[in-house]
């Protein structure tokens, strides 16, 4: 079955890194696009950042553009997210999913199966 599993989450300072990884296995990995979502407490899940099948194309949230990069390893079928200065606002439990789709989208409704999220807390 279609199994995602999040990592590396965790407590970090205001204005640093860390490095998200989804593990992806139960489908051919490298037909579907991914993206990352985020859900901060008292709020909805929103939109992060997508990349298409092959890795050609990305999306990202004006929150998240020019601080976080998405990218992929088909080979692996490992989709990441690199998170550089990071702000308390960043805060939440952050979601991989994978898309219906093969090209990257911004659309929520797009994406049907998701992991179980792993949190991140960026302290001031």
């Known amino acids: 079955q279609v199994q995602l599993v999040e990592s590396g989450g965790g407590l970090v300072q205001a204005g640093g890194s860390l490095r998200l990884s989804c593990a992806a296995s139960?489908?051919?990995?490298?037909?579907?696009?991914m993206g990352w979502f985020r859900q901060a407490p008292g709020k909805e899940r929103e939109f992060v950042a997508g990349?298409?099948?092959?890795?050609?194309?990305?999306d990202y949230a004006d929150s998240a553009k020019g601080r976080f990069t998405i990218s992929r390893d088909n080979a692996k079928k490992v989709a990441y997210l690199q998170m550089g200065s990071l702000k308390p606002a960043d805060t939440a439990v952050y979601y991989c999913?994978?898309?219906?789709?093969?090209?990257?989208?911004?659309?929520?409704?797009?994406?049907?199966?998701w992991g179980q999220g792993t949190q991140v807390t960026v302290s001031s």
């Open positions: 139960g489908w051919a990995f490298s037909r579907y696009a």
């Open positions: 999913a994978r898309s219906s789709r093969w090209y990257s989208t911004v659309i929520q409704d797009d994406y049907n199966y």
């Open positions: 990349i298409s099948s092959n890795g050609g194309n990305t």
